[in-house]
């Protein structure tokens, strides 16, 4: 499926537009960061038993 070119810019005045910095690439990091925390979580729970 092929975007438009309207929807392009759309998708890019989007993310120009934001209110956070770097915010295209900034989700990524949200998800590694929330990614790590599971894992920490997971970690410590398990060697409560």
Known sequence: MVQSAAAME???G???????PA????W??????VAL???WQAR??????
């Open 37 to 39: 925390l599971a894992l």
């Open 14 to 20: 989007y993310w120009a537009n934001s209110y956070l």
């Open 44 to 49: 410590t729970f398990v060697s409560k038993f």
């Open 23 to 26: 915010a295209d690439i900034l």
């Open 28 to 33: 990524m990091v949200v998800i590694v960061i």
């Open 10 to 12: 759309a998708y890019n």
